[in-house]
């Protein structure tokens, strides 16, 4: 059993950066993909970026060029920084785990998913 616990969200004027974390719980969190996702009400939730067991990654148009992903597998940690912020990127951001990077690009999600936090951009 793995648990994802999300932070460093916030409220970032339009430009600026943040940087969200993503924590796990457990001894095999370098057994799965990682996927950030984020949410906006009405809208169905879309992925970010693919972070691979060995910390490739791959990006949503949206977001190549302004935010970058890593991981750690020693400190079972996963990392988004994000800059040049758009108010399009407010969002709820969620980290969660899969079994493998096609399984997260497909968003077929292995049940491990974080509690989200919450990013606001404004203009």
């Known amino acids: 059993q793995v648990q994802l616990v999300e932070s460093g969200g916030g409220l970032v004027q339009a430009g600026g950066s943040l940087r969200l974390s993503c924590a796990a719980s457990?001894?095999?969190?370098?057994?799965?993909?990682m996927g950030w996702f984020r949410q906006t009400p009405g809208k169905e939730r879309e992925l970010v970026v693919a972070?691979?067991?060995?910390?490739?990654?791959q990006y949503a148009d949206s977001v190549k060029g302004r935010f970058t992903a890593s991981r750690d597998n020693i400190k079972n940690t996963g990392s988004l920084q994000m800059n040049n912020l758009a108010p399009e990127d407010t969002a709820v951001y969620y980290c969660?785990?899969?079994?493998?990077?096609?399984?997260?690009?497909?968003?077929?999600?292995?049940?491990?998913w974080g509690q989200g936090t919450r990013v606001t951009v404004s203009s």
């Open positions: 969660a785990l899969a079994w493998t990077t096609e399984a997260v690009l497909a968003g077929a999600i292995a049940g491990y």
């Open positions: 457990g001894r095999t969190f370098n057994h799965y993909a």
């Open positions: 972070v691979s067991r060995d910390g490739s990654t």
